[in-house]
C-alpha cells in the first residue's frame, strides 16, 4: 500500500478542519472499502483522517416517531437495533442482505452511503474506466458487464451502486446529514448520489471537504409492512443482481401508500416514483403490479450480457409486492 | 511510525508500526501468531477472521493503527486453561476441516456468530427480522458463516461441528 500520513480526529470540529487544510486526504471509518481500494491503488490519499473516535455512534429515536442513526453505527449493530427490526425492516433486511457478518461488525453507517461500485474495470490499473481516469474510455460497455446498470447510464459508465441499504434508505426519503467548516447539510437521499452522465467520476453531490454525520429516517407508517429482496448468483455474500426495496399499505384492496426503489440497476439506488405514481390510489392486485414494473422499466436500456436485468427487475418488483401483499411484513 | 497498544489473547502489547500495517499483518507478522492466515487479503474469503472484543472482523481490511486499545482474540487464544475450545474439539469430531488452512478463521467466525445469535441478531434468511428467539437452523448457520469460505468444501462437517456446540448445554 502507497504510504500515508495518519491522524485521528477526537471531534467533528477536528476532523472538517483537518480535511480542509490536508490535500487529497480521506476520511476512514470502518475501512472495507478503503483499505481494498488504497490496496489496489485506485484511492491514494496522502493523509486518512481516522474518524472512529467520533461520538457519532447513537440510534435515537425523534420527536414524532423517525430515527436518527449516527454515521459511525455500525451496519450489524443497526440491522440489528430494535427500533429498525419493528419500524423500518426493509432496511434491517437490506443491511442484512449485504456483504458478510465479518464487514458488518466493520463497515458504518457513513461509509455505506460513500462505497464506491464493484465494477471490475475501476478496480484494475491497467483497464480503461472513466470513473477512476476520467477521459479513458469504458472496458465494461463491451467487457464483462452481467453486474451493470440498466438505468439512469450514459456512454461514459455504467456502472453500479453496490450498497444494499442505501436501496432501503431511498425507499423511506432519509436525509443524511453532511457538515464541514462552512456548516451542516441536509441532503435527501434522492439527492446524494449522482448518475453518471459525463462525469461518472462525481459519484455524490457531497464536498470533498464534508463529513456524513448522521442519516436520519422520517416517521413512516407504511414503513412497518415493508421487505427488501435481493436477487444474486449465488445465495449469500454477493452484490446484487437485482435488489428491490418494498412498502406497501393496501386499505379495502385500494393501494393507500408505497414506497419502491431498486438496487443493482443503477449508479445510484434507484427510486421508482413511476411505479409509485401508478400503484397509488390503483387496485392492489398483481395487474397493477405488473403495469407499474413494466412502466418503471421502460427507460431501461441492456447490453448483451445484463439486458436480462430488465425482465428480471419488473418480475422481482411485482414478486416483492405480491409476497408483501400476501404474506405480509418481514417485521 | 503509529505506536499501537492493545490486548492480544490476554497479553498487553505495544509496538510501533507504519499507519498502513494491517491488523492481520501486525499479528502474524510482528507477534508471531501465525494462526490467523492470510487468504485472499481483500476481505473475500474470511481466513483472517479475528475477534475485537468479541466481534469477529477480517484482519486483513483492518488497519492496525484503527485497533489501539481494544482487546484481540484469534485463533491461539480461544481454548481456555489447556482445554480445546469445544469448537475446536467439534470441528475435529465432525471433520470440519481437511486442508485446515481456512480453519482459524472458521473457528473466530463461529466463536462471535454464536454471540450474536445469542444476543438475537437476526440474518437474511430470518423470516421475520423483527422475531425473538430465532432458532439457529442449519440454513440459519450457513447464511450467518458466509463469510467464511472452505475451498476443499468442508461445508457440511463445519455446519455439523457448529450445531452441535450450539445445541450443547454450556
Not at chain 2, 469448537?87 to 465432525?94: M, N, P, V, Y
Request: charged share 20%; glycine share 10%.
Amino acid at each position: 500500500m502507497r504510504p500515508f500520513a495518519y491522524v485521528s480526529a477526537p471531534d467533528v470540529a477536528t476532523a472538517v478542519r483537518a480535511i480542509g487544510t490536508e490535500p487529497g486526504a480521506k476520511f476512514i471509518g470502518g475501512g472495507t472499502n478503503l483499505v481494498d481500494l488504497m490496496r489496489e491503488g485506485v484511492e491514494r490519499p496522502g493523509t486518512v483522517i481516522d474518524i472512529t473516535a467520533l461520538p457519532l455512534t447513537g440510534v435515537e429515536e425523534l420527536p414524532g416517531g423517525g430515527v436518527r442513526i449516527g454515521a459511525l453505527v455500525r451496519n450489524a449493530h443497526l440491522a440489528a437495533h430494535r427500533l429498525i427490526r419493528n419500524r423500518y425492516p426493509l432496511l434491517s433486511q437490506a443491511i442484512l442482505t449485504g456483504a458478510s457478518a465479518q464487514l458488518r461488525n466493520m463497515a458504518t453507517a457513513g461509509g455505506n452511503l460513500l462505497q464506491r461500485t464493484r465494477c471490475p474495470y475501476f478496480y484494475d490499473g491497467a483497464a480503461a474506466c472513466n470513473k477512476r481516469e476520467p477521459g479513458s474510455g469504458c472496458d465494461a460497455m463491451d467487457g464483462f458487464n452481467r453486474n451493470h446498470g440498466v438505468l439512469g447510464v450514459s456512454d461514459s459508465c455504467i456502472a453500479t451502486h453496490p450498497s444494499d441499504m442505501c436501496v432501503a434508505l431511498a425507499a423511506l426519503d432519509a436525509i443524511v446529514e453532511v457538515e464541514s467548516v462552512r456548516g451542516v447539510r441536509r441532503v435527501p437521499m434522492a439527492e446524494f448520489h449522482r448518475l453518471p452522465g459525463d462525469t461518472p467520476h462525481l459519484e455524490t453531490t457531497l464536498a470533498a471537504d464534508e463529513l456524513v454525520t448522521a442519516v436520519e429516517l422520517p416517521a413512516l407508517p407504511v414503513a412497518a409492512t415493508s421487505r427488501y429482496r435481493k436477487v444474486r448468483d449465488r445465495a449469500s455474500y454477493a452484490f446484487a443482481l437485482v435488489s428491490v426495496a418494498a412498502a406497501l399499505e393496501v386499505d379495502d384492496g385500494t393501494v393507500t401508500a408505497v414506497r419502491l426503489a431498486l438496487g443493482g440497476v443503477a449508479a445510484k439506488p434507484w427510486r421508482a416514483y413511476e411505479a409509485e405514481r401508478i400503484l397509488l390510489g390503483a387496485p392492489a392486485t398483481e395487474e397493477s403490479f405488473r403495469r407499474a414494473a413494466a412502466a418503471e422499466l421502460a427507460p431501461a436500456t441492456g447490453r448483451p450480457q445484463n439486458a436480462f436485468k430488465i425482465e428480471l427487475a419488473r418480475r422481482t418488483l411485482v414478486e416483492t409486492l405480491r409476497q408483501l401483499l400476501t404474506e405480509g411484513s418481514a417485521a | 511510525m503509529v505506536e499501537i497498544r492493545m490486548r492480544v489473547n490476554g497479553v498487553s502489547e505495544s509496538l510501533d508500526v507504519p499507519p498502513w500495517v494491517s491488523l492481520l499483518d501486525v499479528l502474524r507478522e510482528h507477534l508471531g501468531l501465525t494462526g490467523t492466515k492470510r487468504g485472499c487479503d481483500q476481505g473475500a474469503c474470511g481466513a483472517c477472521t479475528v475477534l475485537v472484543d468479541g466481534e469477529r472482523i477480517n484482519a486483513c481490511l483492518a488497519l492496525a493503527v484503527q485497533y489501539t486499545g481494544r482487546d484481540i482474540t484469534t485463533i491461539e487464544g480461544v481454548a481456555g486453561g489447556g482445554d480445546p475450545h469445544p469448537l475446536q474439539t467439534a470441528f475435529i469430531r465432525d471433520d470440519g476441516f481437511q486442508c485446515g488452512y481456512c480453519t482459524s478463521g472458521q473457528i473466530c467466525s463461529a466463536i462471535g456468530m454464536l454471540a450474536e445469535h445469542g444476543a438475537g441478531s437476526a440474518s437474511a434468511v430470518t423470516e421475520h427480522v423483527a422475531a425473538t428467539g430465532i432458532a439457529l437452523s442449519g440454513a440459519e448457520i450457513r447464511e450467518r458463516m458466509s463469510g467464511n469460505l472452505c475451498r476443499c468444501g468442508a461445508y457440511n462437517g463445519i455446519v455439523r461441528a457448529i450445531q452441535d456446540v450450539a445445541e450443547s448445554p454450556r
